[in-house]
């Protein structure tokens, strides 16, 4: 893998996409994903889970009311 595909991943794992849904968007295996998913765990910071746009992927910003 690519770093530029290693960033899509964590990007995609941080809006909450699942192993198969990041593996048909970047085009690598379904087993891949999961292996490097669960190798390269997410901190556990609420702080850096990002909310994402599910159409377009980009991440929502939310307005403190």
């Known amino acids: 893998m690519v770093q530029k595909e290693i960033n899509e991943i964590a990007r995609l794992q941080r809006c ?3 192993y198969k849904r ?3 968007i970047t085009g690598l295996s379904q087993n891949t994903v999961k292996s490097y998913c669960r190798r390269h765990p997410l901190a556990s910071d609420a702080a850096e889970l990002v909310s994402c746009c599910q159409q377009c992927g980009k991440p929502i910003e939310q307005t403190p009311h």
């Open 22 to 24: 990041i593996s048909q």
């Open 16 to 18: 909450g996409y699942g």
